[in-house]
């Protein structure tokens, strides 16, 4: 099928993203055109029935493809269970909040996958495929995602030490995403990913009640959307709140209105008003909608080629949860 004018423009950006990555020689847009050209298809059919069980499954997909890339890069060790002598990744701190729920999707796209065209489609590139289609069921773009990932066989609890925690604040976040290869703008368009899913009270509680020896609330944080986050998060509570309000499973640019309105949930969030660089982008991205799902998109694909193992590096696993 030919691609439209915006797939192709979004198709540029993917092999611009991965020539300034290094890694134009191995992933590529229709890597399974051949060898499982259905791969992408059957991935659609199965998250399209998880989301008639779950309207948010495609937020955790989203978010587990993230947290898969910034942890030892794009190779689906997130998805690897832990055994009796390793603690694996999904287990570690910031992975707890993870829906057990996104591995089973997983799960059910690599059985029919497996049936469909053996050894063929990595667990890497299915989080890749799944979080992009979950991204365009909400209301985003449809971007042409490069593949050939390959999977990793490592994966270890103290590795999520390379995620952001919710407590970041503007430095600290910068610095982390600059380590992966991703720009500040990068990390702006990406934050925008917060316009869907649901929080735990637990990451956000210190703003509301602890926030400094000398004041209770978060001054950042305006006092009405204060008042609002304490009644739905009582102290010692661990209750789930969304995460954008207005439009909780809505792929919108709502996440960057409420910056501007105070009401960021997390200071990770709050903060990338804290500089004019970025604070600028942000006031871009809430008047112009498409523009911001543009870079979000050409984002997820720079993102989507952190680290990645690629040839004869890593392996297929047969199941996801498990090395070979």
């Known amino acids: ?119 063929t489609v990595s667990c890497a590139d299915i989080l890749a495929f799944l979080a992009r289609d979950s991204v365009a069921h909400y209301g985003g773009v449809h971007y042409p995602v490069p593949a050939g990932r390959r999977d990793g066989r490592i994966s270890r609890s103290n590795d999520t030490i390379d995620l952001p925690p919710p407590t970041f604040k503007l430095g600290n976040l910068t610095k982390l995403f600059v380590s992966k290869g991703l720009s500040r703008d990068d990390m702006v368009a990406l934050s925008g ?19 400094s020896q000398t004041v209770k609330a978060d001054p950042s944080l305006g006092p009405n959307y204060a008042a609002q986050l304490r009644g739905q998060c009582p102290t010692g509570s661990d209750n789930e709140v969304d995460m954008d309000p207005p439009s909780p499973l809505t792929f919108d640019s709502s996440y960057y209105k409420n910056l501007l309105a105070h009401r960021g949930l997390f200071t990770s969030d709050q903060t990338l008003m804290s500089k004019h660089g970025t604070a600028t982008l942000v006031k871009r991205f809430a008047k112009k909608p498409a523009l911001f799902k543009k870079k979000f998109a050409a984002a997820m694909v720079k993102m989507g080629s952190i680290g990645v193992l690629t040839g004869e590096q890593g392996e297929i696993r047969t199941n996801c949860r498990v090395v070979n």
């Not at 899913?197 to 703003?207: L, M, Q």
């Open 193 to 211: 990913a917060h316009t869907i899913g649901i929080a735990h009270c637990s990451a956000f509680s210190d703003r509301l009640y602890n926030f």
């Open 1 to 119: 099928m030919a691609l439209g004018r915006g797939e192709m423009s979004l198709a540029i950006i993917a092999v611009l993203c991965l020539s300034a990555m290094g890694t134009e020689a191995y992933l590529k847009v229709g890597f399974y055109s051949y060898s499982c050209p259905k791969a992408e298809e059957i991935v659609k059919e199965e998250l399209d029935k998880a989301l008639q069980e779950d309207k948010g499954i495609g937020s955790d997909l989203l978010r587990m493809h993230f947290h898969d890339c910034f942890v030892r890069g794009c190779d689906g060790s997130l998805l690897i269970d832990s055994t009796k002598d390793n603690a694996a990744e999904k287990d570690g701190k910031p992975n707890e909040t993870v829906e057990d729920e996104g591995f089973e999707v997983i799960d059910k796209v690599k059985e029919r996958l497996e049936a469909e065209c053996k050894g």
